[in-house]
């Protein structure tokens, strides 16, 4: 969600570089994006909901969370996809790679401070595949337009207990393989992030988890900052924008007079 708002705010200073950054995620959705809320879309007229909705349905497309498993090993992968600001090559180590790194404690726009939120997913994956290329919008001249990928897995050195999470890179400068932009192009890769976690582990609920995903995964973001799709196990996408979204259009659909949208039995006193 960050690296699409990261990239519609490095588009507005590259059209007037006094512009003030908005005060919060929030603020920043309605300013670039031009929708408020998930859950008071539902609250709008009918025409301005239409609207509004139709701008979270295009917006949605730009970030894809999809669930796939292998039959014949058990094994579950999760793919974080964004068409974002993304990285050079050369930066991808000191950004995305990073691990307790941020730049962000300055951007009261963006969601995350200490860099620790999209890294956790590697201690539940046995490896991750990440890739990124800088949208061709925020480029700067010289800038390595390709791609940039790379392999993050945990070490377990031998004798030690403690662990650690190394990736693979090109030279020993710390930078990582890159794919010229051309190839990128014929691959169809044209900005963002792709992240590939293999072999997640669901714990408990691996054997549930394409039915429990949904439900999950809205009440945890309960009201997301952006809209996104998921795909578990389906081709095509289930829209995800929170359960505060579905409860507010529940209450739409049963008219204003309804308080819960749930029935309760009797419980005895």
């Known amino acids: 969600m960050e690296s699409l708002i990261e990239l519609a705010r490095m588009k507005e200073l590259l059209s007037n570089s006094a512009a003030v950054m908005p005060a919060n995620p929030r603020g920043a959705v309605q300013r670039y994006f031009g929708f408020p809320r998930m859950d008071s879309i ?14 979270v ?4 497309k730009n970030l894809t969370i999809n669930l796939d498993h292998d039959k014949m090993s058990k094994q579950f992968a999760v793919t974080i996809r964004d068409h974002g600001m993304g990285q050079v090559p050369a930066m991808m180590h000191d950004t995305l790679l990073s691990l307790g790194q941020s730049d962000k404690a300055d951007k009261p726009y963006l969601i995350g401070v200490f860099g620790q939120g999209g890294s956790s997913a590697f201690s539940v994956s046995e490896y991750s595949i990440v890739v990124t290329r800088r949208a061709p919008q925020i480029l700067k001249p010289g800038e390595d337009s390709g791609v940039g990928w790379s392999i993050v897995r945990a070490i377990q050195p031998k004798g030690r207990r403690d662990l650690y999470y190394a990736y693979l890179a090109a030279s020993e400068d710390e ?10 192009d014929e691959a169809g890769f044209t900005q963002g992030a792709h992240f590939c976690h293999i072999k997640y582990d669901f714990g408990a609920s691996d054997s549930a988890i394409a039915r429990l995903l949904y439900p999950a995964l809205n ?10 799709n998921l ?18 259009r529940q ?9 819960l949208d749930k029935a309760f039995a009797a419980q005895p006193t």
């Open 42 to 55: 539902e609250r709008l007229d009918d025409d301005e909901r239409k609207a509004k909705r139709e701008l």
């Open 57 to 60: 349905d295009e917006v949605r």
């Open 175 to 184: 930078t990582v393989p890159r794919l010229h932009g051309a190839a990128a």
């Open 219 to 228: 009440h945890v973001l309960f009201n997301p900052v952006l809209p996104y």
């Open 231 to 248: 795909y578990a196990l389906k081709g095509t996408p289930e829209p995800m924008l929170g359960t505060a979204q579905r409860l507010a």
């Open 251 to 259: 209450a739409r659909l049963l008219g204003r007079q309804v308080a």
